[in-house]
């Protein structure tokens, strides 16, 4: 049943920015922003936990997830560290994401030989 919920969590996030892009002049950069926004607005509403335990990695893993996981580490670091906890609680938190997201980008792009679209 949890693969069913990550399945149809990830797959309404991705049907929503699929028509954000069909039918808004929206940019792709834009959208994905947007999510990341969203991730921690809803965190910080206090929403998207619900979320996030329903849809398990169908939440956590698309944007929203980083936008979740970034405010998620700015409250447990502000609640410990106070106000500083604001400018480091964040990248802490997330930084397992954002390495792996450097690491596969720079193997991919040492792999794959760019050229023009035509």
Do not use: H
Request: a positive charge.
């Amino acid at each position: 049943m949890q693969y069913l919920q990550a399945f149809l969590c990830g797959g309404v996030l991705c049907a929503v920015g699929q028509l954000l892009i069909d039918k808004t002049q929206l940019t792709p950069a834009r959208i994905l922003t947007g999510y990341v926004v969203a991730g921690v607005l809803l965190q910080a509403v206090g929403v998207y936990q619900a979320v996030a335990d329903w849809g398990g990695a169908g939440a956590t893993v698309p944007l929203t997830g980083f936008g979740y996981a970034l405010a998620k580490g700015v409250e447990k670091a502000v609640a410990q560290q106070g106000l500083l906890g604001a400018l480091t609680g964040g990248l802490t938190a997330a930084s397992g994401g954002i390495a792996a997201a450097v690491v596969f980008g720079v193997v991919m792009a040492a792999l794959c030989k760019p050229r023009n679209k035509r």
